[in-house]
């Protein structure tokens, strides 16, 4: 084996070896990324649920305020009428 081949194996093996290790540091920060992905999507899938929870208790308050001031206008224009 002559000189030059000597040298273009060793290049040839350094630039494989590198990127050997960047492929490998990829592969780790990619897992890494995915599972803090997949906590921050369940955190926003409990707060969604959580949201929707408290948004169906707001709706019925309003319902029943609703309902309530219906009643109560109606009480009104009862006594209103009866007063004429």
Not at 19 to 45: C, P, Q, R
Not at 60 to 78: A, P, V, W
Request: charged share 25%; proline share 0%.
């Amino acid at each position: 084996m002559s000189v030059q081949q000597s040298n273009f194996l060793k290049w040839f093996a350094g630039i494989a070896a590198m990127i050997m290790v960047v492929v490998i540091t990829w592969t780790f920060t990619v897992l890494g990324n995915i599972d803090v992905l997949t906590k921050s999507i369940e955190y926003n899938a409990l707060e969604i649920q959580e949201t929707r929870v408290m948004h169906n208790a707001d709706a019925l308050l309003i319902r029943d305020n609703i309902k309530e001031i219906k009643t109560d206008l109606k009480d009104i224009k009862i006594i209103l009428m009866n007063k004429k």
